[in-house]
C-alpha cells in the first residue's frame, strides 16, 4: 500500500473517530441538531417620511448609506416632471417611493402619470379620519383600474388621536376596522398593508425650559415613554395578522413640539424597532428622514436625520445604525410568522396570563401570552421588564424575539434566562447588535444581556 493511500485512509479514520468523540460529548451538532439556514429573499421595509430640498449625488449617498430602502416623498406630484426626475435619483441609489400628500380625491387620477415608474410603490393617504375615509373609498376601484399594480398605501391614526374619539368613541378597534373595511379590503391592486403612527417618546412638563424649544436629551426626569404605544402596536399586528396583511409602523427619528420634544438616541430608534419587530411588523418608517419647514410643530432646533442644510445630524448616526443592524437578519426574521406577544416583570416569571404587572404599558395589552402556550419554552427569568415576540414558521421551527422594554434613560441592563426545552434544543442563533452567534445551551437554558434599548432574535435548535 502506498503512502499517500495509507494517509487517506488514516485521516478517514480519525475525522470518524472525531466526529464521534464530539458527538458524544456535545461538544458538536448532531445531525438532529443541525443548524437551520434561512433564505435571504425577504427583507424589513426601513421606510423615511418628507423628502429633500435637493436630489444631487451627495444627498443620494447619504440616503443610501442610512439604511433606509423607502422614501415618503412629500413632492407636488402635480409637477410630474419634477417628481420623475426625484424619482429617477431615487431609484439610482436603489430606494424606492411613496408619494405623499393629502387625502383629497383628485389626487386618485393622479397614479396614471408615475405608473410606469419602477421604484414608485404607489401613493400614500395620511391619518384619514371617517369622513375622509368616506370618501376615499369612493374611489378605490378607480385607483386600481389606474394604478398598474402600485399600492394604495393608507397610514392610520393612533389611539390617542381626537378624530378616533369622536368619530369612533375612542374605540381604536372599530377605527382600525372601519379603515380596513371601507379602504384596504377593497384595493386590488399591489400589497395590503396596514400602517399606524404613534411616537412613544414624550417629554415630561419641564419647569426649567429655556422658551427656546431645545429639545430634551439625556435628562431621565424629562423623557417617559408613552405608556399607550404598544397597545396600537398590537392593536396594528392583530388586525393585520387576521386579514393576512403587511404591517408598518412609524417610529420617532427626531423631536417635534409640544410634548415630543425629544432627541432621540441610537437607543431610543433601535428600542422601537426592536419592539415593533416584537409585534412582527413587515415595516417600519421614521419620522422622520429628512427636516420638515419649520412651522407649528417644528422650530429650527427641531431637526430630523437630514437638517435643513441638507447636513447629517446626530440622529443620522444613530437611526443608521440601528437600521443597518436589523438589515443583518430581516430575512430570518421574516421567515417566522408572528405569533403574539409575552412580558416579565423584572425577576418574576410570568406563567398566567391573568397575572397583573407593574408595567403600565405591559398593562395595556389585551392578547399576552401565557408561557404556557409556548411549546418550546419551560420559564423566562429576567432582571428588568421585558417584552417577548413569539414567532412560528412553516416547518414549526420558533424563535424568540427579546427586547429590554424600559426607560431608555435608566441606564437599567437586562440579564434573561430563558429555560428552552433541553429534549428538543441544545443549540441557539442569537442576533446580537446584527452579528449571529451560536450558543450552546446549558441545561436547556440560554442567557443574554440586554443593554438599554437592545433586542436579540433568538432562534433555537
Excluded at 383629497?104 to 408615475?114: A, G, K, Q
Excluded at 412582527?280 to 436625520?305: N, W
Amino acid at each position: 500500500m502506498n503512502r499517500k493511500k495509507l494517509s487517506a485512509i488514516v485521516s478517514f479514520l480519525l475525522a470518524g473517530a472525531l466526529a464521534f468523540l464530539f458527538s458524544a460529548c456535545g461538544g458538536a451538532e448532531t445531525e438532529e441538531h443541525e443548524e437551520p439556514v434561512f433564505a435571504e429573499d425577504k427583507s424589513l421595509t426601513i421606510g423615511g417620511w418628507v423628502g429633500l430640498s435637493s436630489y444631487d449625488d451627495t444627498q443620494m449617498r447619504y440616503l443610501q448609506e442610512s439604511g433606509i430602502d423607502t422614501l415618503y416623498l412629500l413632492a407636488n406630484a402635480y409637477d410630474v416632471e419634477t417628481t420623475k426626475a426625484q424619482l429617477s435619483a431615487l431609484a439610482g441609489v436603489g430606494v424606492s417611493a411613496y408619494l405623499a400628500g393629502g387625502n383629497t380625491v383628485d389626487r386618485i387620477e393622479l397614479i396614471e402619470n408615475y405608473n410606469d415608474v419602477p421604484n414608485l410603490k404607489g401613493m400614500t393617504f395620511d391619518e384619514p379620519d371617517k369622513k375622509q375615509i368616506d370618501e376615499l373609498s369612493k374611489y378605490i376601484a378607480k385607483y386600481s383600474s389606474l394604478a398598474n399594480g402600485k399600492n394604495f398605501f393608507v397610514n392610520l391614526f393612533p389611539s390617542s388621536s381626537l378624530k378616533v374619539l369622536t368619530d369612533f368613541g375612542g374605540n381604536y378597534e372599530n377605527y382600525l376596522q372601519y379603515g380596513y373595511d371601507k379602504l384596504i379590503s377593497k384595493s386590488s391592486t399591489g400589497e395590503k398593508w396596514i400602517s399606524v403612527d404613534r411616537y412613544p417618546l414624550k417629554e415630561e412638563k419641564n419647569e426649567n425650559a429655556t422658551g427656546d424649544f431645545t429639545p430634551v436629551s439625556n435628562d431621565a426626569t424629562l423623557v417617559k415613554l408613552d405608556t399607550g404605544w404598544l397597545r396600537d402596536l398590537e392593536a396594528t399586528a392583530i388586525l393585520g395578522r387576521k386579514y393576512s396583511l403587511k404591517t408598518n409602523f412609524f417610529i420617532q427619528s427626531m423631536p417635534y413640539l409640544p410634548s415630543h420634544n425629544v432627541l432621540p438616541s441610537y437607543e431610543d430608534i433601535r428600542m422601537q424597532i426592536y419592539t415593533a419587530m416584537a409585534f412582527g411588523f413587515d415595516g417600519i418608517a421614521e419620522f422622520c428622514y429628512g427636516t420638515p419647514a419649520i412651522g407649528e410643530e417644528f422650530q429650527k432646533p427641531q431637526v430630523a436625520m437630514i437638517d435643513r442644510d441638507g447636513q447629517p445630524t446626530a440622529i443620522y448616526k444613530a437611526a443608521k445604525k440601528a437600521n443597518l443592524e436589523v438589515k443583518n437578519f430581516d430575512h430570518v426574521y421574516l421567515s417566522f410568522d408572528w405569533q403574539g406577544v409575552f412580558t416579565n416583570d423584572a425577576g418574576k416569571t410570568i406563567t398566567e396570563k391573568e397575572r397583573r404587572t407593574s408595567n403600565t404599558s405591559f398593562q395595556n395589552l389585551t392578547e399576552r401570552l401565557d408561557i404556557a402556550e409556548i411549546d418550546s419554552i419551560n420559564s423566562v427569568y429576567s432582571s428588568c421588564d421585558t417584552l417577548f415576540g413569539y414567532f412560528r414558521n412553516e416547518q414549526n421551527r420558533e424563535a424568540i424575539m427579546a427586547v429590554n422594554y424600559n426607560e431608555t434613560r435608566s441606564a437599567r441592563s437586562d440579564t434573561v434566562r430563558i429555560a428552552f426545552d433541553s429534549d428538543q434544543y441544545r443549540y441557539c442563533i442569537v442576533y446580537e447588535g446584527g452579528e449571529k452567534k451560536i450558543a450552546e445551551l446549558s441545561e436547556g437554558v440560554l442567557e443574554l444581556e440586554l443593554d438599554i434599548g437592545e433586542g436579540m432574535f433568538v432562534v433555537p435548535y
